[in-house]
């Protein structure tokens, strides 16, 4: 990756943001929205919704897709996920029961955005990873 791609700046100079919208990013909207920003900005939580983008997946099946996720932190994510409105969970009175989640309506729309982080994502790692050397050689030097 060249140089000048890895020195975008994405300066707050550039912005178009009022003073009033500052400000309102910084108030109550802020505070009410940042609940929300951390779930869907969750590591774990992202890979569910992508893994139920494809469509319904029991638990089982989930926990295998997922590398390094604990049986604990997935049962907490999905919780959080459906509380939040995001999936949908059924459970079918077999023995043992079988349960499946799959997102709803509002799951549904995150696909999109999450995709679009996905993808900015993968097309920028390389600039990550060197910034990432850039910064750790500066470190070790100092």
Not at 88 to 112: A, K, M, N
């Amino acid at each position: 990756m060249d140089h000048a791609q890895e020195r975008k700046n994405l300066s707050p100079s550039h912005s178009h943001v009022t003073a009033e919208e500052a400000a309102a990013i910084h108030g109550p909207i802020c505070r009410s929205v940042t609940p929300v920003l951390n779930r869907v900005g969750d590591k774990w939580s992202m890979l569910i919704v992508m893994l139920l983008s494809n469509g319904p997946k029991r638990f089982s099946e989930l926990k295998r897709a997922i590398e390094g996720i604990s049986q604990r932190m997935l049962t907490l994510s999905l919780r959080n996920l459906e509380r939040d409105g995001l999936i949908s969970r059924h459970v079918t009175p077999t023995i043992p029961p079988r349960v499946d989640y799959e997102l709803t309506e509002l799951g549904i729309s995150l696909r999109e955005p999450v995709q679009g982080l996905g993808a900015w994502a993968m097309a920028h790692i390389d600039c990550i990873r060197a910034a990432q050397e850039r910064y750790d050689k500066a470190q070790d030097e100092a």
